[in-house]
């Protein structure tokens, strides 16, 4: 992030090609500020005016504790990145982009220009959706306590109990296994039908409130012509695998696939 000595900065949502001024006629940026292109290098930038006190350096250390402004700078940083990518294709910047003006942002965009060109060309007509799958370790565990108690135990008391601890350890390992190996085979077996997919850690349970153990945190890159039959091909893994819980989202703008950390 740049910063000057200014009371105002320019906050950077994404980055496209082509775009006109009335494609963004409507769009209200994170201070109430209508928000505008700027073209560069065979760019265009979307990007409103923000207050530094707020979204300077300084401003930025305190406000990223906070929970809740980070939340509402999330959602209307999002609001504006869909409703351009409603207009055409492109590249969603980092929350909180911020640059001292309009030509240290065009600068930026002849840094970034031949990286960002390729990073449109791969996401143009495509969208990005979410897969997470959820199980439980404890239906998986009983799964296979049911199975041991199956088998009768020999040897004493002493022996019986020992031989009961074991199981359990040896259980609740082979749960972890399995659940691992389910997030695997449900990640490949998507990725091979579409453009890109990139594995992402699982999300913590006291942040999201997800009920069971996440096993797969997925984003893959879908062309907007094989949507239905992707899709269709999720539907078909929820069908195999009542074990699991599996949560499909999107359309999205292409947040894992077209940032700047990518070129």
Do not use: C
């Not at 153990?213 to 062309?223: F, H, I």
């Not at 899709?231 to 195999?240: G, R």
């Amino acid at each position: 992030m740049s910063q000057g000595m200014s009371e105002s900065g320019v906050y950077l949502y994404a980055v496209s090609r082509g775009l006109h001024a009335d494609d963004v006629d409507g769009l209200v940026g994170l201070q109430g500020d209508p928000v505008r292109v700027l073209d560069g290098h065979g760019l265009s930038a979307v990007v409103g005016d923000v207050g530094l006190d707020e979204f300077g350096d300084e401003g930025l250390r305190r406000n990223l504790e906070d929970l809740a402004w980070l939340e509402q700078v999330a959602r209307q940083h999002d609001a504006v990145v869909r409703g351009v990518a409603r207009r055409g294709v492109l590249a969603p910047m980092r929350l909180a982009t911020v640059f001292l003006n309009d030509d240290s942002v065009v600068e930026r965009l002849g840094e970034w220009g031949s990286a960002l060109q390729r990073a449109l060309d791969r996401v143009e007509g495509r969208s990005e959706w979410s897969v997470k799958v959820y199980v439980s370790l404890e239906e998986i565990e009983a799964e296979g306590r049911a199975a041991a108690h199956s088998r009768p135990a020999g040897g004493g008391a002493g022996a019986a109990y020992l031989q009961r601890r074991r199981s359990q350890i040896t259980q609740r390992e082979d749960a972890l296994g399995a659940a691992s190996e389910l997030g695997d085979s449900i990640y490949t077996r998507l990725a091979h039908s579409v453009a890109a997919s990139r594995r992402l850690p699982p999300q913590d349970r006291r942040l999201t409130g997800h009920e069971g153990t996440m096993v797969l945190n997925a984003a893959y890159l879908v062309g907007h012509d094989d949507e239905a039959t992707w899709t269709s091909t999720v539907d078909a893994i929820v069908a195999e695998r009542p074990q699991a819980r599996v949560e499909l989202q999107g359309p999205w703008p292409p947040y894992s696939f077209a940032t700047v950390e990518d070129v």
